[in-house]
């Protein structure tokens, strides 16, 4: 079975903080995947990754980047963390080949 | 452009009742289409996935078609259960991107 997982479940941050986001994958799949999951919005893509030291924009990058220095990690980071940032972030990942993407437990961020 | 609309909840339900839940797409090309659930405090989960038109995906008791004429792939279960209370969401990718509906709450009571 694939398995993403996520540094932490919850977090807590101040505003105004930097905020590290890991997520792995243990398939070795070549893309991984940020979302955020707001109420009533649905899942919000951020960036993807479609191989190590590559990254592109989804449909919100702003206030955030992205590393990829290995295949089995993708970080996802808030340079000053704000308030409106306060989300739940979802990782996945989707090998070459396969139609899915599989997903990873959430982290549940919330800035103060 | 590529999208998923979905019937918005929440949607409660009794024991045993039918299940429905709408799901309509624009794209171009030929999409894959899923429904991913998402259990409370948890990422989701692929539930079920069809590539190619006509085809019927299913898992636990749950059933879509994948309707090209129609642009529909709509979520059908024929007896829920309390345990099947949770998101659902419609989602359909086209070459590397996914494109998810915004999720339908399902309450299931005894």
């Known amino acids: 079975d694939v398995k993403v997982t996520q540094s932490s479940r919850y977090l807590v941050k101040r505003t105004g903080e930097k905020v590290f986001l890991e997520c792995v994958q243990d398939m070795d799949h070549e893309n991984m995947f940020w979302y955020r999951q707001d109420p009533g919005l649905g899942l919000r893509l951020i960036y993807f990754s479609y191989d190590v030291k590559m990254k592109e924009k989804g449909d919100i990058p702003e206030g955030y980047s992205v590393s990829r220095e290995k295949k089995e990690r993708f970080s996802l980071i808030l340079e000053s963390a704000s308030t409106n940032q306060t989300s739940m972030y979802l990782c996945a990942s989707r090998g070459g080949s396969e139609y899915e993407q599989y997903f990873g437990p959430g982290t549940r961020l919330t800035v103060t | 452009g590529n999208s998923v609309t979905q019937m918005e909840g929440p949607v409660t339900l009794s024991e045993e009742a039918f299940l429905t839940i709408n799901c309509t797409y624009t794209a171009t090309g030929y999409p894959s289409l899923f429904w991913y659930v998402q259990y409370p405090g948890e990422g989701l989960q692929l539930l079920l996935k069809a590539t190619k038109a006509d085809d019927k995906g299913s898992n636990k008791g749950f059933e879509a078609t994948y309707r090209k004429e129609t642009t529909s792939f709509h979520l059908e279960k024929g007896s829920v259960q309390v345990s099947d209370s949770a998101v659902y969401f419609c989602?359909?990718?086209?070459?590397?991107?996914?494109?998810f509906g915004t999720g339908t709450s399902l309450t299931v009571i005894p």
């Open positions: 989602a359909l990718s086209t070459s590397n991107q996914f494109y």
